[in-house]
């Protein structure tokens, strides 16, 4: 079974049984597959990784269209003008303003609070090259917004997608992103060359 097949209700969700199929359809052409199940939480941040080519949205893409699941994204607020802004909320997208105070932590986890669900997605790497300084705004964000992080992983060498566990965020950022990291060790994006492993 490419796709888990009892979702939780918990799961925001968008789109109709045509992008749904549409999704299914790309899913079986490149078949790749989902390991694990989705947690039943109403709000979650989710971190993706390892993120190393274009190519791992291309694979995330139709799964996300064939379970209808309404991934929210960060963006600068100044996108979010006439005529896109409804699109690009409706979407899931989430306008930040990089001065405010309190910087981008406080606005989603602001948004958390606003939402009765909602699950935010980031690449912790922030970028395709290899980086061994990952960025911890999404530990940030976790923290403030008292919500748990849902680990999930590109796995190219088997052709799936891993929904590795949920974590906890204790508000030491350093702790936290240490264990974070060891848990994607398992794991070989596209670009090996692009990865960064982190010695246990």
């Excluded at 980031?122 to 290899?130: L, S, Y």
Aim: glycine share 6%; proline share 8%.
């Amino acid at each position: 079974m490419s796709i888990p097949k009892n979702l939780p209700e918990e799961m925001p969700r968008i789109g109709n049984w045509f992008t749904k199929n549409i999704g299914l359809l790309i899913v079986k052409l490149l078949g790749w597959r989902i390991d694990g199940e989705f947690p039943p939480e109403k709000k979650l941040m989710v971190a993706l990784a390892p993120h190393t080519s274009n190519w791992d949205f291309v694979v995330a893409m139709p799964f996300i269209m064939a379970l209808r699941l309404k991934a929210s994204w960060m963006m600068k607020q100044e996108a979010f003008i006439f005529p896109f802004k409804r699109l690009f909320m409706w979407l899931g997208g989430i306008p930040t303003n990089r001065a405010a105070p309190g910087g981008m932590a406080k606005q989603v986890a602001s948004q958390f609070r606003e939402n009765e669900k909602m699950w935010v997605a980031i690449t912790p790497e922030g970028t395709r090259k290899r980086n061994d300084n990952w960025k911890n705004g999404f530990l940030r964000i976790a923290y403030a917004a008292d919500v748990p992080i849902l680990l999930v992983a590109w796995d190219f060498p088997k052709k799936r997608i891993c929904l590795d566990s949920l974590y906890q965020p204790t508000g030491n950022l350093e702790t936290d992103m240490r264990e974070i990291r060891k848990r994607f060790n398992h794991y070989r994006g596209r670009c090996p060359e692009n990865q960064s492993i982190l010695e246990e």
